[in-house]
């Protein structure tokens, strides 16, 4: 009996470590990829603040856009900020950073950024822009937004805050 005893604790033995090496091997959700690539980095970048200056009609002004990254990484990959203005407003160039394009009216510009954007670390977006001359004085003018595109989110979201522009 004392075989069929050893051949017991052996078996036991081997389900145990079959048991611990099949619950530590990665997953597909797992962040270590069972195909050799980096592990993905997760981070979430929000609009923190939009600070658009008031502005006489016909007056220029900059929408500034601060972006935070929440972490809890530095961004794995480039993302994207895409800046809408409210009707009546258009951008007039020289945006920050430099490599902003606009569309050909003017009325939506787009920057990307590069990846590396640290846990905790802000960027900023400057927008030039000008007010039709035939807006009323003392209005404001909604439907701006400012939206983030980052492949990084884990929470798969793209990331939209609205404003306005007081004209004086």
């Known amino acids: ?95 920050f950073p430099a490599g902003c394009l606009s569309n050909l009216t003017g009325t939506s510009v787009t920057c990307a950024f590069p990846s590396g954007l640290g846990n905790q670390r802000t960027a900023a977006v400057l927008v030039p822009a000008r007010v039709s001359p035939t807006v009323p004085a003392h209005s404001k003018l909604s439907g701006g937004m400012a939206t983030v595109t980052n492949p990084d989110d884990p929470d798969a979201k793209v990331r939209t805050v609205t404003f306005g522009i007081r004209v004086a």
């Open 1 to 95: 009996m004392t075989r069929s005893s050893g051949q017991l604790r052996r078996a036991l033995l081997w389900t145990v470590l079959t048991a611990c090496v099949l619950t530590a091997a990665p997953t597909a959700d797992a962040t270590v990829p069972t195909d050799g690539r980096a592990a993905a980095k997760k981070s979430r970048v929000y609009v923190a603040h939009i600070d658009p200056d008031p502005v006489p009609a016909g007056g220029n002004l900059t929408v500034r856009v601060l972006l935070v990254n929440e972490g809890p990484n530095a961004t794995g990959n480039s993302f994207t900020v895409s800046v809408t203005l409210p009707q009546n407003v258009v951008a007039t160039g020289r945006f």
